[in-house]
């Protein structure tokens, strides 16, 4: 599934429900967490940025991403986040959809920030602020109010082409949007703070006064080593929810703190393991840095809907001699067509 097969997809079952769906998909599988393989992602860290592979297996299907994470490109015309994935048969290993995953990795990131926000943020929240314009942007709102209500956003970003871009994007889509001067005013009255800021440096988009109880913290550009967002304090107040512990020590916001920092997984609050939110004064914090299953979930969700509506290319890429053996026979074959072999 290529980039327009992406698109069409869905255009064709529309984004909301998508966002919705694919949450669904995700939290199915966060119920079954003891079933997959998990590993932190293999990370291949330059001054420039990251590139990473994400596998995860359940033992029926297979699958791994592809991911970068360039702050600088957009200055290039570049994204900052692209990435493809494979969702492959364990029992042939014989891959079955290859898949961008630039824009699907937006889907999947909103779909999991919504989830989890629908288990800690407070039933009554409708007001969310979004520091940080860019690429997530948009999905992150609109998975929001799709899986919470939230139609009220509060939005900043330092650079005012990213703001005009984002304005263009939501107009007459039914949102009410405030657009504030700094990330402080931002989150005056928000009930949700979504930070998606990217730059590959420590940095306090949120400081701990900013932050007033009761609020539900979705921190998801913090997810590189010397990439965070959120103040130190901010982490000591609240309630931290990760996706899998060994990687968001690595990669998240609690990187700054002491590698036994108590922190809840999020599976164990989808399966009731573990409480959510616990009261309308306490400060959640998910802190995002996106997890391998969330792929596979999304990938697995393509391929379904790929099944249904027969979206996508099919690929010559895995060679398919008669003989499985004589793989060899496919390069001769085109230059010695007619010579018969006697038996
Ligand atoms: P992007 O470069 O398209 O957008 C980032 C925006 O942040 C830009 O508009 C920039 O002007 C703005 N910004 C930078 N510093 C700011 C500041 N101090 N205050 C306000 N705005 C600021 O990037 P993107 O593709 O939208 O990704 C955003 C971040 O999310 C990146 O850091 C990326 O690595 C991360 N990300 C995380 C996950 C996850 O699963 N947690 C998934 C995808 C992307």
Not at 326 to 343: N, S
Request: proline share 4%; aromatic share 6%; with cysteine.
């Amino acid at each position: 599934m290529d980039v327009d097969a992406v698109v069409n997809l869905v255009d064709r079952i529309g984004l909301e429900t998508v966002l919705t769906e694919m949450a669904g998909y995700i939290e199915e599988d966060y119920r079954r967490w003891g079933e997959f393989e998990k590993s932190p992602r293999l990370a291949s860290h330059s001054p420039d940025g990251v590139i990473e592979l994400m596998p995860t297996s359940d033992g029926q299907a297979f699958a791994f991403k592809y991911v970068n994470g360039h702050p600088a490109n957009t200055a290039k015309g570049l994204q900052t986040v692209v990435g493809f994935g494979v969702l492959a048969s364990v029992s042939t290993g014989y891959p079955e959809l290859i898949a961008e995953m630039t824009i699907t990795t937006a889907l999947r990131t909103a779909a999991t920030s919504a989830m989890a926000a629908r288990h800690l943020a407070r039933d009554d929240a409708s007001t969310m602020a979004i520091i940080g314009l860019g690429a997530q942007s948009e999905f992150q709102a609109h998975a929001f109010r799709a899986v919470l209500g939230v139609r009220r956003l509060r939005v900043y970003d330092v650079d005012p082409s990213a703001t005009r871009k984002f304005l263009a994007n939501m107009r007459d889509l039914g949102f009410e949007i405030t657009v504030a001067r700094s990330a402080a005013e931002a989150v005056l009255g928000a009930d949700i703070v979504t930070t998606v800021t990217a730059d590959k440096a420590q940095n306090h988009i949120l400081s701990d006064n900013m932050v007033g109880a009761g609020m539900h913290l979705n921190a998801v550009g913090g997810d590189c080593p010397g990439k965070t967002e959120l103040a130190a304090d901010i982490l000591r107040r609240g309630e931290v929810f990760v996706e899998f512990t060994p990687q968001t020590r690595i990669e998240g916001e609690i990187q700054q703190l002491e590698p036994d920092f108590p922190v809840t997984e999020l599976w164990q609050v989808m399966s009731g393991k573990a409480p959510g939110r616990r009261g309308a004064e306490q400060i959640t914090i998910f802190d995002s840095v996106g997890f391998a299953i969330e792929d596979f979930s999304a990938l697995r969700y393509l391929r379904d809907r790929m099944v249904e509506a027969g979206d996508g290319t099919r690929l010559n890429l895995l060679a398919a001699p008669t003989d499985p053996r004589d793989l060899f026979g496919l390069l001769t074959a085109r230059e010695h067509p007619a010579t018969p072999v006697a038996v």
